[in-house]
């Protein structure tokens, strides 16, 4: 089954699972613009590979690292000419880390599936908790893993309040001299349980980041562009007044499907506003800046 999950967590306006389980609803997709690690998707931006081994998915060897690296450049390549067809500057760099194959580390549950079950805001729980501790232990050993004679175990900055996550994303943005950064955990496929969990949209307190098992330039791409303010009108109910809009209007945008060949996609007029390539939206695409009652959830699978 085809998974997409988007996290949200604008504490004061987003549907969000808590503890106690109160929830809250999101009023304008606007407000996923240009906030966390990812304001605006133009000049220079940083693609950040993580792999992660697990019980759950296959162990990555040497081939598979390649061809995930391999993969991600070509979505980073894929969008640096949607840029250019926009007139937009966009130079973006791809790495991953050299010195080590993969982190081992389980996720916070059983398998990808429960992982992704775990944040269904009908079940209530701790599932976002959990997933963003896995996120900052990952991190926490990625940074004792990187080299640094004058500080062995831990190479990471030192910040207020500091998650591994931040600290990690301090670090790369120092190394490589940018702003933005879109840090993707990347699990190997297992085929019958892909997912993706695209995580911390819109908050300014929590890293945004990407959980994947889909190794194809168009998930790539449809990741990091939710990262920077995109609409997932893929994950929403298609028979919202939203997702039939964009169907209609934009069927090859790559918001619309990810599962189609990257070659055969594009990023609309209307999601070039979203990622900020322009500051002009035509009057008839307002009505998506608004969640239909349909698709106002934070949480979609498919």
């Known amino acids: 089954m085809k998974k997409i999950i988007t996290i949200f967590t604008l504490l004061t306006l987003l549907l969000l699972p808590f503890a106690c389980g109160t ?3 999101l009023s304008d997709y606007r407000l996923l613009m240009d906030r966390n690690v990812c304001k605006k998707m133009r000049g220079d931006v940083l693609f950040y590979a993580i792999f992660v081994d697990t019980k759950s998915t296959k162990t990555f060897n040497e081939d598979d690292v390649r061809n995930c690296v391999d993969t991600l450049n070509y979505a980073a390549k894929w969008l640096e000419a949607q840029a250019k067809i926009a007139y937009i500057p966009l130079k973006i760099k791809v790495s991953f880390m050299k010195n080590i194959r993969a982190i081992p580390k389980d996720l916070p549950y059983k398998t990808l599936k429960e992982t992704v079950a775990s944040i269904d805001p009908e079940t209530g729980g701790n599932g976002i908790t959990n997933i963003n501790k896995w996120a900052d232990d ?13 500080n062995p175990g831990d190479t990471l900055p030192v910040i207020s309040n500091p998650k591994g996550t931040e600290r990690l994303i301090a670090k790369l943005r120092d190394e490589y001299k940018v702003e933005s950064v879109c840090l993707f955990f990347i699990l190997n496929s297992m085929a019958k349980e892909d997912g993706a969990i695209v995580m911390n949209i819109g908050s300014n307190t929590d890293i945004e980041y990407v959980i994947t098992s889909y190794n194809t330039a168009s998930m ?20 919202s007044a939203n997702a039939k809009l964009a169907q209609t209007n934009f069927p090859a945008d790559v918001m619309v499907n990810p599962f189609k060949k990257l070659s055969a996609l594009k990023v609309s007029p209307f999601t070039q506003y979203m990622i900020g390539w322009t500051n002009y939206v035509d009057k008839q695409y307002e009505p998506l800046f608004f969640p239909t009652k349909a698709s106002s959830s934070n949480i979609n699978m498919r």
Do not use: H, P
């Open 23 to 25: 929830t809250k609803s």
């Open 220 to 239: 790539y791409a449809f990741c990091a562009m939710e990262e920077f303010g995109a609409i997932d009108f893929f994950s929403m109910q298609q028979s």
């Open 138 to 150: 990952v991190c926490k050993l990625a940074g004792a893993k990187m080299d640094n004679k004058s």
